[in-house]
């Protein structure tokens, strides 16, 4: 499985900067860095130079980093574009901080807010409330900075100040002793970035590092200006230990950490970013300098740590990139699941259709054979016993006046005969009880019941002396087992 791909880019006026990582431990794989820069006519438009760095940058990702698209991103802002406050919260709970900051905020600065977006951290929290290090930058420019890169397809899930960015850099590629107070100080060509890491021992207070940002001119004595804001920042800690170590790093090598560590009475050193970041140097050749790629490094390591980012959207405008990909996950699969319900339902009644096919046909078929087995002969469709009596009391009168001859009757007398034989020969026997007798020329149709099918039986036998059964029907029935044959006499 492929590790997952994090983009960070430093944002500047008129500059930018982009570091690729894929996860790997908690510093993560560099892939790929460059620098891009527009020349901008009008300082004040700052929505055109915006529109241009985010060009660049996708068009810069496309060449240099593969599978960009594929990366969650992070922005770090330039400290030009925002400003850096302390403010005192009455609450510790980190949300009922989250609700009210922008309060606070308001009443500290003594100026309506109402067009800034605000993102704070935690400095330290005691039975007096916590001290916040307050961000706020105008939404008009956070604005058009999220609209030129999502117009490039780069939707940032977090803008943070680029000082955070920075110490999040030190403190994860950067080791430091634990008997070491050390007080980062990183000039770039533009800005100066003060990082005061607390102890051990303060760090299990849960104190967060004091950060600060100057913006830097041209012309500006940078080992003056050191010399000045060292002491002032060490200063704003109450009750911290002091700091014993200085780590220093100017970008344009004006400033020698040896010569500022011995005139401000501290153990100094040069910081070497490139060799923090275990980066091969050809892969920051196409990097403006290490201070902006760090920033940018420390922004895509936002993704690696479980700690809240101060970010900037949250409070403007939440990133919803994760919303919308589970929206159009969960809307795929109620598709695929509509589909597939559809798909089983038209499967299942298909294979009903044909077994109640295979059933009706079947069930044809067994009525024919059922019927022809077990029924009889059908009755003719229509018959009229009144009829029928007439006919035959025709015939009795026929017999008697001479008209017909007696040879049928002969017959039946026979037939009758055999029968009343048959009766006397087993009725003890067999329990025979005689419900109906039919005759005709041809045959005698007799029902009843004996005892037992086993007596039914010996009625049978005592029949076939004589006449011959030509059909016969059993039923058993209220404990008597019934009976129905037609018979005639043996030729």
Known sequence: MEARRYLGIYLGKETATAVCLAA????????????VSVESEDKTNHSLAAGQLAGLIAQGCAEKIPRWRDSEIAVALDCAMFMQHNVHSEFTDPKQIASTVRFDTEEALATDISDVAVAFEIISSDQNGSQLNVFTAKRKILSDILVSLQNNNIDPVTIEPDVNCLSRFLYQNVSIPEDLRPF????????GYFILSHSAADAASRRQSVVRTLLLGPEQDRGELLAREIP??????????????????????????QQLGEKLGVEAEALDLVEAASADPQMLADCA???DFAIAYGAALAHLERAQSVNFRNDFSP??????????????????????????GLYVQFQLLQKSEYRSRLRSKLDKQYSAVMFG????????????????LRRVRDVKAG?????????????????????NKCAAQTDLQIDT??????????????????????????????LDILQQRLDAKGGRDNFRITVQLKK
């Open 319 to 344: 990133y919803l990139g994760r919303k919308r990909r589970l929206q159009k996950a969960l809307k795929f699969a109620s598709y695929s699941a509509t589909v597939l319900v559809i798909a089983v």
């Open 437 to 466: 007798i039919s005759i005709t020329a041809k045959s005698i149709s007799i029902a009843g019941e004996t005892s037992s099918r086993k007596n039914t039986l010996k009625f049978f036998d005592a029949i076939k002396g004589k």
């Open 24 to 35: 790997q431990g908690r510093r993560g794989k560099l892939l790929g860095c460059f620098s």
């Open 403 to 423: 008209r017909l001859s007696t040879t049928g009757e002969e017959s039946i007398s026979e037939k009758l005969t055999a029968v009343l034989e048959a009766f």
């Open 184 to 191: 980062f100080v990183l000039l770039s060509r533009r800005n």
């Open 232 to 257: 002032l920042t060490a200063a704003l800690v109450e009750g911290a230990e002091p700091v014993n170590s200085l780590k220093v790093l100017d970008s344009t090598g004006s400033v020698s950490s």
């Open 289 to 291: 300098e290490p201070v």
């Open 377 to 392: 002969k059908k009755p003719p469709p229509k018959t009229d016993p009144v009829k029928k009596l007439a006919g035959e």
